[in-house]
């Protein structure tokens, strides 16, 4: 049961235009969502995190958007850059008894930014 | 660079053979997270500590087991190897149990 969810696995778009990366979720009990931002051969790196008492969360060229209701958040990259061209993953947490958080993570999406 | 350390980078072995991982996590960070990514598919959660201590299972199969060492460092162990273990293993790290994990730049086992 996959409960992030990132249906598109890739995603083209043009230098300078906007990206939107969307990503959807099951679990109500998801409170805190992150963006990873993955080049090949390396390790995920952390890029812009939302607390579910926000709906947008801005870092830079970086925008998240939480939509509760509809169990959806979107990356929004301003302009988009060809050093932007990586595997963008969502993840996901739930606080749990202690205060132990476990990442649920989705499968990633390709997205290439042409020049 | 995020401060993590995995060794070693590449590692080919045949099947049925046995394989340890090391991961060094951030400086200050107490807690060390596994993930198991394979072709073409997301990273699967394997197993976390916390100072020590088990903290958190996933999808960690029987064959495979970790442990955290009193200085921080943790290696993961995967024995009675498959081919199917073939995959790419990152370690991940965090101040506490929080949510932003640093990741390690992984290490690629291949199993023939």
Known sequence: ?115 | DSGVTQTPKHLITATGQRVTLRCSPRSGDLSVYWYQQSLDQGLQFLIQYYNGEERAKGNILERFSAQQFPDLHSELNLSSLELGDSALYFCASSKGLQNEQYFGPGTRLTVT
């Not at chain 1, 598109?8 to 998801?30: A, H, K, W």
């Not at chain 1, 709906?55 to 958040?73: I, M, Q």
């Not at chain 1, 739930?94 to 390709?110: D, E, H, V």
Request: hydrophobic residues 35%; charged residues 15%.
């Open chain 1, 1 to 115: 049961d996959q409960q992030v969810k990132q249906n598109s696995p890739s995603l083209s778009v043009q230098e300078g235009r906007i990206s939107i990366l969307n990503c959807d979720y099951t679990n109500s009990m998801f409170d805190y969502f992150l963006w990873y931002k993955k080049y090949p051969a390396e390790g995920p790196t952390f890029l812009i995190s939302i607390s579910s008492i926000k709906d947008k969360n801005e870092d830079g060229r970086f925008t998240v958007f939480l939509n509760k209701s509809a169990k959806h958040l979107s990356l929004h990259i301003v302009p988009s850059q060809p050093g932007d061209s990586a595997v963008y993953f969502c993840a996901a947490s739930a606080g749990y008894a202690g205060n132990n958080r476990k990442l649920i993570w989705g499968l990633g999406t390709s997205l290439a930014v042409n020049p």
